[in-house]
Structure formats: structure tokens, C-alpha cells
């Protein structure tokens, strides 16, 4: 028996890993079914309470330390912690993560003995989603890797305007409790689980047809910037002015664009620094050319003594406004934890450590509208999201995942992202520093799109919603 349970903990663990395979950039979603399925499969085997939760621990610790270790990229590349060091911390992370997955445990443990039918097609599928929002909340939330941002390009998406990304979850939860008891059930079982999987997804396929949204007013002709600015010498003084000639000359092929987006912290500087030899000149610029510009940058508040990672807007008609950044991204603008444990200071350096957390609303006025503005990781909060709407007419987000170079997190990003748009029935525009940048629309698809690592701008129009 202890044999057979060390090959179950294995298994969940592989099941967990695997499902990292359904997400972008390997997009191959079938298999969220499948470890899914093999998953409750387990659960239904487990002998004790015990090994139920040794088995939901498994699953979730090979989920993400196979999907989040890119926080390691950041931790040892660019806050220059050494490598063992940095090993731990992502271990660490990705295993607190796992822990989040446990109330999984916790709930469906009561529903051990109920029948199978009971367990896969109500229990399980509602309490992952329950746990899904939970670990999107708790601790200011880290709602990465919901199953059903895996599911943004086929016919399940199409209840996420209706129920956000978490009724795409259910629903997947739902297949993949239909599979287990397609394989494991009596012909009655599998007829109705097979009925039940093709109600479901004709159900959603139907949503397709319904427009949510409706377009207001013209296009609009929008120029996303794509630096291309090295991470590791993005924070050098040596390196501001180079970074602010890019950009410059950039925007100087892009005037006959209504909308400019520079990316996040593209003025590795105070706005108020820069204000004399950049943002003056561009504001001048701008009112001669008749477009719009959003540009990342630092804001310092003094009445406030706070420093903010924002946005500034440069428009004809509304001048200027901030947007500060509300949700900081763990491992690059704050340490989780830091302050319980000093002695990592010498070992970890952040490149700006005291950014303070925004406190105002999330939306701009630009060309005679509102925009929803988010800042890097706020596009993964889907609650948050929509706090502009249904005012805003655009999405807007403005990213650096430079920080994760090399590693699988800005494919994973932008996917959330996508995710966002068809939720919101809005075009989403986003301006990153080396990808992955792009225009999408209202259904959360690719209107253009670059690669990564290269130094454009990407063109295109964008249509209002409402």
C-alpha cells in the first residue's frame, strides 16, 4: 500500500507539472483536461483523508514550480542574489503558492463518501474554482495560472464575459470530471457525462453569437513602443539617456498615430526630472501633431513623500493626468516578506525598493474618453479590471517583463491579458519593454502583435467599446 501511494504523490506531482503545458507559451490546452482529470482520479483512489491531502499538496507543487519558477530569472539575474540563494527563494515561493491549493483539500475531504457522480461533477469542479478565487485574494492575491486562461482561444472562453475567467475554469473542471467518470463510471455514467460535456460546450459555443459590447465611435490609430531595453542596464544612469533617444526617435515615427504608448518605466526616471528636455517637448509636439501620449514613468508625491510607478497621460483636450500603480509585483519592486527578514538586504538588491502602492482610480482621459489603465501584473486581476467599466471604452496596459527575460512568464502574461479583453468586451493595448506587446481585440484576439526581444513599434487601429 505505501508502494502504491508513493506512485500516486508521483503521479500528482507529474499531473500538476503537465498541466503547465495547457498554458501559453505551449498552449496546449486539451492536457488541462486531461491532468485534471487524473487528477480527481487520484483523489477518488486516496485511501485516507491523509493521503487526500498529500495528493492535492502534490499536484499543486508540481503546478507551480514548473509554471512560476521564472521567478528565479528575476531574483538571481537582476536583483543579483546568488544563485543558490535565488534557488531557495523560488522554491520557497512556489511552494507557499502550493500551499494556497490545500483548502481544495480541506473542502472536497467532507465529500469523500458521497457518490462519484457527486464528487467529479459538483464538488471538485466548485471547489477549484473556489480555491482558484481564494488564491486570487488572499495576501493581495496571485491569480496566475487559472486553468481557464488556458482556454482563451476555444469555444469555453465564450462564457467569460458572463462569468470572467472563473466560470471558464468551472467549466474545464466540469470536462474533466466528465472524463474521469467516462472512464472509471457504468455506461449510464458515461452517457450522462458524455451528454453533459456536449450541453456544456454547445452552451458556451452559443454564447459566441452574442455581442456584449458595441462599438462607439471611430477607430482610433494607436502606436505601441517595443524598446528593446536591456534589463540589466535599464537602471544605469550611464544608460537613461540612450533609453530616452529610443523612445524619442520611436515616437518620432509614430505622430501620425492618435494614441503613443510607451511602455512601463520607459523614463527610468522622475516624471519631474525629466519634465524640461522630455516631457515638455513632447507635450509641444503633441499639440501640434494632434496625438495623445501615454508614458511610463516614477512619480514622487511630495506632499505624500511617496514615489510612484505611474503613468502619465499627455492629451490635448485634458492635459495631463497620473495613474499610480496599486498592485507591486513581488521580486521586482518589493521583496515579499523582506521586512520580517533584514539580513536578505545584503544579499538581494531591488533596483527601487521604495515604491509606494497607489491609492487613486484607474483611468485616464484621452481623446475624449476614459481609458482603463493597469501597470505590468494589475492586468492579472480581473476585479480590478473592471472598476473603470462600464465608463471606460479602451484597456490599456502598459508592462515591463523584461524582469523575467528569457523564461516563459511573458507568454503567460500576455495570455492573462487576452483574457482580460474578452471578459471586458474591450480592445485591450499593450505597450511592453521587449515583449510581448500587442493590439487586441474585444474577443481577446492577436489585431498585431511582435516578437520578443526587438526594437519596433507595432501599429494599428483600435476600436472603442462600451
Known sequence: ??????????????????????????????????????????????PSNKAHWQITWWFSAGLFMSGVHWVFFSIHFFNHAHWLLASLITLAFCLFIASLMLPFA????????????????????????????????VFTGFPWLLIGQAHIDNALAHIAPVTGVFGVSWLVAIFAGSITLFVIGTTKD?????????VL???????????WTHPTGDPIKVSLLQGNIPQEKKWEPSYYQPT???????????????????????????????????????????????????????????????TYNS????????????YAKRHL??????????????????????????????????????????????????????????????????????????????????AQHMQIARMRALETGRYLLRATNNGVSGIIDHKGRFIATADQYLQTTIKGKAQPFE
Not at 516624471?271 to 512619480?299: D, H, T
Open 329 to 410: 509585483v513581488p521580486f521586482s519592486e518589493y521583496f515579499p516578506f523582506l521586512g520580517y527578514l533584514e539580513w536578505l538586504r545584503e544579499w538581494i538588491q531591488l533596483p527601487y525598493d521604495s515604491v509606494d502602492k497607489g491609492t487613486g482610480g484607474n483611468t485616464l482621459r484621452i481623446l475624449g474618453m476614459d481609458v482603463q489603465t493597469s501597470i505590468c501584473y494589475e492586468d492579472v486581476y480581473g476585479n480590478e479590471i473592471i472598476d473603470g467599466l462600464p465608463k471606460a471604452k479602451l484597456l490599456v496596459n502598459l508592462s515591463n517583463d523584461g524582469w523575467f527575460t528569457g523564461s516563459i512568464e511573458p
Open 190 to 198: 458515461r452517457i450522462f457525462a458524455a451528454s453533459l460535456a456536449v
Open 106 to 137: 480541506l473542502i472536497t475531504q467532507f465529500f469523500r463518501r458521497a457518490h462519484r457522480i457527486t464528487q467529479l461533477l459538483l464538488v471538485f469542479p466548485a471547489a477549484w474554482v473556489i480555491v482558484e478565487g481564494f488564491r486570487g485574494w
Open 1 to 46: 500500500m505505501q508502494f502504491i501511494r508513493r506512485w500516486q504523490l508521483l503521479l500528482a506531482f507529474f499531473a500538476g507539472a503537465s498541466l503547465v503545458l495547457s498554458f501559453a507559451p505551449f498552449s496546449f490546452y486539451p492536457i488541462s483536461f486531461l491532468a485534471l482529470a487524473g487528477f480527481f482520479y487520484l483523489l477518488l483512489q486516496a
Open 244 to 306: 530616452i533617444d529610443i523612445y524619442q526617435q520611436l515616437t518620432e515615427q509614430s505622430w501620425d498615430s492618435d494614441l503613443i504608448i510607451w511602455p512601463e518605466t520607459a523614463i527610468a526616471s522622475y516624471f519631474g526630472n525629466a519634465s524640461e528636455e522630455v516631457i515638455e517637448p513632447l507635450r509641444v509636439q503633441a499639440l501640434m501633431e494632434q496625438s495623445s501620449l501615454l508614458i511610463g514613468g516614477f512619480y514622487y508625491d511630495f506632499k505624500q513623500d511617496a
Open 311 to 322: 503613468v502619465l497621460s499627455i492629451d490635448n483636450k485634458a492635459g495631463s493626468e497620473i
Open 201 to 211: 460546450f454547445a452552451s458556451s459555443f452559443a454564447l459566441s453569437f452574442i455581442q
